[in-house]
């Protein structure tokens, strides 16, 4: 083997991506399948689930997909332990799945929103947002490391965002909260994780094309100003988060952990 294929080498991995039927998350299960690892996809779409699997399916992948609420902390851990009893092990670990926070209090354009205005977010709405962005990546490390630690070790890469690290009004409030939350709970699980050989790592994307994000994208004038943000001028697609996935899942990011990875094009400069 190459010296370069071995640094990349993923092969017989067992891979969990969470959220991983469309967007970001099936380009990681691609990617993973693509280099030999096994991988399992928890999704609440079993339509979209079929269809991912079958496409990896016929580009010669391994895969399989449960439907898994990630906000369902008893499910969750009986999906781990699914995983681990038909594949040996848990070897790395994607938290993706997230949902959309809404309309923030400004339009992309510039313009006040009053749908995005505080007083009239629903509690509910804040509540669900901080389940699956911030708590279930809770639950998905938590379950992770449960089945890592006897195995000597594992990846997990999570998916924050650039929100995290601004303060961005076209994004719904509960949104940029609960990222920030997930780089810190990154960071501190890293400091805990270290000593068992678990390294755990955030990806931080700016604007990419992904059903999230494809409400905005649909208004002209929305993508044009997100399209502007970008020092490329134009919006990620998710084949290109592929390359960092791996490289954070394999042994060529071997003493990488607790750090916080920006792709975004450039955008993060032009809002800072």
Known sequence: MAALE???????????????ASGIGQAYAEIMAEHGAKVCIFDLNPAGLEKTGA?????????????????????????FDKVAEKAGSIDVVFANAGIDAGPGFNTPTGERNPEGAIENLPDEHWDKVIEINLTSVYTTIKHAVRHMKPNGGGQIIVTSSIASLINESIVGTPYMPAKAAVNHLVRHMAMEL???????????????????????????ADRKAFEAQSLVG???????IKGL????????????????IVIDGGSLLRMT
């Open 194 to 220: 270290g000593a068992y050989n678990i390294r755990i790592n955030a990806i931080l994307p700016g604007p990419f094309i992904t059903n999230i994000a494809g409400g905005r994208l649909r208004n002209p």
């Open 6 to 20: 071995k640094m990349f080498d993923v092969r017989g991995k067992s891979v969990i991506v969470t959220g991983g």
């Open 245 to 260: 996935a791996l490289y954070l899942a394999s042994p060529a990011a071997s003493y990488v952990t607790g750090s916080l």
């Open 55 to 79: 496409a990896i399916r016929a580009s010669g992948g391994e895969v399989w997909g449960q439907v898994v609420d990630v906000g369902d902390r008893a499910a969750m851990a009986r999906a």
């Open 234 to 240: 134009r919006i990620g697609d998710p084949e290109e």
